[in-house]
């Protein structure tokens, strides 16, 4: 299973994106809405692996300065692949990246094999999934309510944690 470091973002901009995905819902749409777990909630994701040990959490504990960090919610987005997944780009500004980097320069010794090729500085894109393993003739309209619902949202990243994909736990590491 996937383990990941993960921002989290402060609870108005949380809402917004929550009622996007019952926006996508109510339209019949796959959504994270769907996803059955106390830990489900919106986030970005900086790091994905097979595995994360746990001792990356003290070295990430130190980021605490860098919160809460200003982001931008902008453009729909659509990942491809066999089925499609729908996001919201996270603007991805100076401060981002750097805080993306230290991240993953921070977690690489407690990742087991390899960090998800897509992860990698200079090949990450930042986004808050709104729906996966949406088809060809779904994403039309899953765009139209995606752009009807709400434009950009200016939000602040104001925690970050560690997902245990293994055990379905999160480790609140920043806020």
């Known amino acids: 299973m996937t383990h990941s470091i993960e921002l989290l973002l402060d609870a108005r901009s949380d809402a917004v994106i929550r009622s996007l995905w019952r926006a996508l819902d109510e339209a019949g749409l796959p959504s994270q809405v769907r996803v059955?777990?106390?830990?489900?909630?919106?986030?970005?994701t900086l790091l994905a692996a097979q595995r994360i040990g746990p001792g990356v959490d003290e070295p990430l504990r130190g980021l605490r300065d860098r919160f809460p960090l200003g982001v931008l919610v902008g453009a729909?987005?659509?990942?491809?692949?066999?089925?499609?997944t729908l996001a919201r780009?996270?603007?991805?500004?100076?401060?981002?990246?750097?805080?993306?980097?230290?991240?993953?320069?921070?977690?690489?010794?407690?990742?087991?094999?390899?960090?998800?090729?897509?992860?990698?500085?200079?090949?990450?894109?930042?986004?808050?999934?709104?729906?996966?393993?949406?088809?060809?003739?779904q994403i039309g309209a899953a765009l139209e309510v995606a752009n009807r619902a709400v434009g950009e949202v200016a939000a602040d990243a104001v925690g970050l944690r560690r997902w245990d994909g293994d055990q379905r736990v999160d480790y609140p590491l920043v806020g």
């Open 36 to 44: 059955k777990s106390s830990t489900n909630r919106p986030h970005v």
């Open 89 to 137: 780009l996270i603007v991805p500004s100076a401060a981002l990246l750097e805080l993306h980097a230290e991240v993953y320069r921070l977690a690489r010794p407690q990742v087991i094999a390899e960090p998800f090729p897509h992860c990698r500085p200079g090949h990450w894109t930042p986004h808050v999934t709104l729906g996966r393993r949406l088809t060809g003739e």
């Open 76 to 84: 729909p987005l659509v990942f491809g692949g066999p089925r499609l």
